[in-house]
């Protein structure tokens, strides 16, 4: 067999994540390779359900069925960003639904859409654990908080300027920027 | 009364997630003491004699969880659950990001106080910068030799893994975890055999909440009397009560347990824009609500919170203000489970589809009459049927709502409110 992909994109991460269990669980590395799965082929396609399904030697349904069952993989095209805008009950008390048309504006996108320009991918997501500083979002899984129609304006800017600055950053691979210890 | 931080000493220790700081104020310290000075047995009589017990919901005695895992030595798990998923909840994210060494610490003396070898950190698939930054911290302990084989000169090693989630709710119950940990659908077990016994790939597991392993250093360093002074008889220690919606100042607050809610209230700066409380929903999305008056009397411990009917669970205290739509919070809390629950079993898969459906109605102004009975066959059809407690959970919110708040339904399927025929009444009267 060729190697796959996700084999020759990230082959010490694939290594390093089988690694992180015990020899013949393998299987259990199943979440971490869908990741990065997802970073190398751009989304979960059905060649990278099939190389997932190799590499760890399980059942290409069983791969499937795990990639439909968690929130986070996502198996149609989306933008550049993903935004998980969270419209749980402690947000929507505290002015999230509210906020959603500015939202909606300053991505260009409605939920469950992606912008024209292929940038942002809009999603309204259960609740993030950050209730504290509603509205928030994620955008590629990086937290802002304490969101206002200037705020998201500016948070739009920076991300479109990332956008021109660099190559992609995968959805999956981690946020855009490194942040470990944000505010 | 003086702030007394047990698992959020990081508010008053800056930088608490780095391993020198952590260090510097007594850190590793207890893990050392336990490895080279400890029996297992002892370091699991100290924690069940300090009263611990869980605090991600269902407040089971620590020590207790402990002890069933048998003694004989074979290949053992300690998994820390840091799924932290339910609305509302956001205390392990902050001891995640800010106090992450402390439920490390708490988790390696687990494992050796079971006889394990390998700690798991599960952590919600959200929670990436959390991740990234835990590897960290794991290869700063192995570099300073504080994980790894052979510790401090003795036979026992011990190594810690971080794993991720991926995004669903479910595995936040601990069988669910433990198979999705197994790269398997994260939907739960049937019970028995309960984790201590086959749990990770057979194996005998204890699986702990981030918090819940983040009280264990302090209570070696302390003592269990130390402990014990803190908190009431039956639920010794503090809380961190994740407080939100409706108040000026939402944040975590730590208080020992049996501290009334009013003050916890208070702390949060009270309900927002000066207006009152009309409910309090204790436990994030899946505890009953509980009315403002009962609320305001009752302490933040698990005895007292179920003397109201309602539950402690995670301390996820939502408040709701006069303003609120009860049938807006109980039609958002059911989207919630539509969407979390596994597919597993039929009555919470099939029933909370119909009461999103209904309450999709109910919210957009085609509440029709009859929409009452069908929401309360509905919960009928679910309660006591489910394979795991999601599906109970989901019937928290709307059977309390329309049990304390029927003017809010009644509001939304267009039948006369007893304001409204008042009203009427007064008008055709010439009032």
Not at chain 2, 76 to 90: L, Q
């Amino acid at each position: 067999m060729t190697t796959g992909l996700l084999q020759r994109t990230f082959p010490t991460e694939v290594a390093a994540a089988i690694d992180n269990y015990p020899p013949g669980r393998q299987a259990s590395a199943v979440l971490p390779l869908l990741y990065l799965a997802q970073a190398a082929y751009g989304r979960v396609t059905a060649d990278a359900v099939v190389e997932v399904a190799t590499l760890l030697e399980i059942d290409e349904t069983r791969v499937r069925g795990i990639v439909g069952f968690y929130s986070l993989f996502k198996e149609e095209p989306h933008g550049r960003f993903v935004v998980h805008y969270c419209t749980d009950l402690p947000c929507m008390l505290r002015g999230a639904g509210e906020l959603l048309p500015d939202v909606c504006r300053a991505f260009g996108a409605e939920p469950g859409q992606t912008s024209e320009d292929g940038l942002f991918s809009l999603e309204e997501a259960m609740c993030l654990a950050a209730c504290d500083r509603a509205p928030m979002m994620q955008v590629n899984l990086e937290y802002f908080h304490d969101l206002s129609p200037e705020r998201l304006d500016e948070i739009v800017a920076d991300l479109r300027a990332k956008a021109a600055a660099g190559p992609a950053a995968p959805f999956g691979l981690g946020p855009p920027s490194e942040i470990v210890r944000p505010d | 009364m003086p702030r007394q931080h047990v698992v959020l000493r990081n508010r008053e220790i800056p930088d608490l997630d780095k391993l020198e700081v952590y260090r510097a104020h007594g850190g590793y310290r207890q893990w050392q003491r336990a490895v080279t000075e400890m029996q297992p047995g002892e370091v699991i009589d100290l924690v069940k004699a300090a009263g611990l017990r869980g605090r991600g919901g269902a407040g089971f005695p620590t020590g207790l969880k402990w002890s069933f895992v048998p003694g004989a030595p074979g290949e053992k798990y300690v998994v820390v659950n840091n799924d932290e998923s339910e609305p509302g909840t956001f205390k392990d994210h902050e001891i995640t990001l800010r106090n992450p060494h402390q439920f490390m610490e708490g988790a390696m003396i687990a494992a050796y106080a079971i006889g394990a070898q390998t700690v798991y950190v599960y952590c919600r698939g959200e929670f990436w910068q959390e991740m990234t930054h835990l590897r960290r911290c794991v290869e700063d302990l192995r570099a300073a030799g504080l994980v790894g084989e052979r510790l401090f000169g003795t036979d026992y090693s011990c190594e810690v893994r971080v794993s991720p989630g991926a995004g669903a709710y479910i595995c936040g119950e601990e069988t669910a975890l433990l198979n999705s940990l197994e790269g398997e659908l994260g939907q739960p077990r049937l019970k028995p055999p309960f984790p201590a016994v086959a749990g990770l790939y057979a194996k005998p597991t204890v699986v702990n909440n981030t918090e819940t392993l983040a009280n264990v250093p302090l209570i070696l360093e302390h003592g269990a009397d130390w402990y014990r002074a803190i908190g009431t008889e039956k639920s010794p220690g503090t809380k961190v009560i994740s407080v939100s919606g409706h108040v000026e100042r939402p944040d975590n607050y730590e208080v020992p347990l049996g501290t009334p809610f009013r003050e916890v209230l208070e702390m949060a700066g009270g309900v927002w824009q000066g207006r009152s409380m009309k409910a309090l929903m204790p436990a994030g999305a899946s505890a009953p609500l509980i009315p403002a008056d009962v609320a305001m009397g009752m302490d933040c411990d698990w005895e007292s919170v179920a003397t109201t009917g309602s539950l402690l669970g995670s301390a996820s205290f939502i408040v709701l203000d006069e303003t609120t739509d009860m049938v807006e919070v109980a039609a958002r809390t059911t989207r919630f489970f539509q969407h979390e629950s596994c597919g597993k079993c039929s009555p919470c898969r099939e029933g909370t589809w119909w009461l999103k459906k209904i309450y999709g109605r109910l919210t957009e102004g085609q509440g029709r009459p009859e929409d009452l009975a069908i929401l309360s066959d509905v919960v009928g059809q679910i309660d006591g049927k489910c394979f795991c407690p999601l599906g109970e959970f989901a019937l928290s919110a709307p059977r309390s709502s329309m049990a304390l708040f029927e003017q809010d339904y009644r509001r939304a399927v267009g039948a006369p409110t007893a304001a409204g025929a008042a009203q009427a009444t007064a008008v055709e009267a010439g009032v």
